[in-house]
């Protein structure tokens, strides 16, 4: 039998404990494992688009969608739901070769819906003649959140990466021109041409390409953990691939390049394929 003990406060699941009977789940099987074996403690929303820190014993391996997941010395983990994740989400421990499954609830949200008008007509559809290219960058950007990098900064508190006004938000829905598209994945942040763009937490920059079909100028930072964070639409970039960045420090500018109707930061935020809401992550929501 598996006991659990959870303290919620809103989205947010702050403490799970998992007590087990030797006898029921571990039959004909001589363990010696106390309390503390199977302690598991969560932090974070519990939300599609939301962020998970966990931290275990170090003799815990834990498996989230057939993925084994990356841990500290110290035992933290992270977990991301995506935009559209199901209402519950399993957790697989492995400890002593044996496998115990944890399942929890993840909060459905509702998208508003984003319309825009009067584009030209490549903006809603690229031309043909740039399929390929578009293919390509997208295995690159691919190869990025494919990524799991054996540094930490996921931990960090996350700051803003510009100043300005939100003018697109995760998840909405887009009709442009009358045409249903791919929801937004991140979050707009209008602000003057040139202004400063900074990273949210220390991170290695993975990409920094100044002119990509749908994005312009594109960074792409690594987090750790499976983290990245991409920084689109820039007039200037600042880095280049493998440089370490500290937090706020700055890594290019606001601009209009690409795919854009106007000046604005398009931050976007995964855990491999999993999209995550920008907004969840800052310290100061």
Known sequence: MIRNLIKIVGCKIIFIFLTLNFSTCFAKENLSLNHHDLMINLEGDFIQGGLVKGQTNKNITIKFKDKILRKTSNGEFVIGFGRDHPANAYLTLEINNKLITKSFKIKKRIYKTQKINGLRKKMVTPPKSFYERIIRENKSIKEVRNLNSNVDFVFQK????????????FGSQRILNGKPKRPHYGIDIAAKKGAAVVAPTESIVRMAEKDLYYTGGTIMLDHGHGLTSVYSHLSSINVKVGDKILKNQKIGEVGSTGRST????????????????????????
Do not use: Y
């Open 158 to 169: 996350f700051s803003w990466p510009t100043k300005g006004v939100i003018s697109g938000v």
């Open 262 to 285: 106007g000046p604005h930061l398009d931050w976007r935020v995964n855990w491999f394929d999993q999209r995550l809401d920008p907004l969840l992550l800052l310290e100061n929501k």
